[in-house]
């Protein structure tokens, strides 16, 4: 098989980072590994570094897995279209694209992006919450989501907010349609970057520190 039609580079293409794209779901528990096949919306929440994205690039791989061996995806498209019907993407970078289209001579419009991202089969979205709340922001984070929302459309969100800071910190309207359509995930635990970081420096705690148990709850 090609090299570009490997499961990593397939991942790459949907907007997997190099850090994730090993990422599975084997380590998880029985209820998360069960909500993460079946590709449905889910909300993972929890202190930072406590693995919400290692678990959504997880689910995204195992989607991706699963539609190639359904028919659903053709692996040729997949590595030549600019629009992945499975796409990872970071919150504040899709603020970022917007803010780009309002440029003069920007190819897309605030309206090209939304319907890019709303026609997308099975969206990620990483790190929601983490942006400067502005007015602005707010209303394209809740057009997005209430679009997925009413057309029935599988999407992955983490955030370090609980529901209820989303609607205090942003919008209940958005915080509200994300406890209707997604399954709720909660992180605990330490921060694996700085035990990570401290065992890189002591090898022989490495194994301890840095279990493969994720911080689930
Ligand atoms: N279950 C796991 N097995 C192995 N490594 C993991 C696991 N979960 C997370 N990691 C690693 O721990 C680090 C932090 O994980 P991750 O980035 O997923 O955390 P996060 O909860 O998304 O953090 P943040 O809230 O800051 O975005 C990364 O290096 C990641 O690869
Ligand atoms: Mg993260």
Redesign the pocket.
Known sequence: MPEAFSLPNLLARCGVSK??IN?DLS??SAYCQKIGKTGESLFAH??????????LCACLSMAVQKKLKAGELNIESLVTTQKPPVKFLPAPELLVEFKQSYEPNSPMSEAGILKKYSAVELLVL??FGVERVSHWSIQVLYLLIDRRYRDMKATMI?S?LRPSEIAAKFDDRIASRICEMCHQVK?QGQ???TV?GSTDKQPARRDKQ?G????LH
């Open positions: 850090r994730f990422a380590e998880f929890g202190p930072r570094g406590t693995g919400k994205t290692h678990f990483d790190d983490s370090n992180f921060d694996r970057r990570k840095n493969k148990q994720a911080n």
